[in-house]
């Protein structure tokens, strides 16, 4: 099975752009470096545990965004931690 990227826009506190970003069909979240989210998405007072998909748990910030895929646009949970692969959920 070949791996899925896209080209995406997130819009919060600014704009940030990937010319290529993994889709994962399998994830419940789209997830974020943490020093990504800081800068370009709005924060909220939450944390989550977060379980990886190596079975781990990490604690998580979460932040809201608009998402832009291929056209398509809408509000997006996102989870940050350090040192996260950004990933599209």
């Not at 993994?22 to 977060?50: K, N, Q």
Request: aromatic fraction near 10%.
């Amino acid at each position: 099975m070949d791996h899925v990227f896209v080209r995406a826009r997130f819009r919060g506190r600014d704009v940030i752009e990937f010319e290529k970003v993994l889709v994962d069909t399998g994830a419940s979240f789209t997830v974020m470096p943490l020093e990504i989210a800081e800068r370009y998405f709005i924060e909220t007072p939450f944390t989550v545990d977060l379980r990886l998909g190596d079975g781990g748990v990490v604690k998580a910030k979460v932040f809201v965004a608009e998402g832009e895929v291929e056209g398509r646009r809408g509000p997006l949970r996102i989870l940050a931690f350090e040192s996260a692969i950004p990933v599209i959920g």
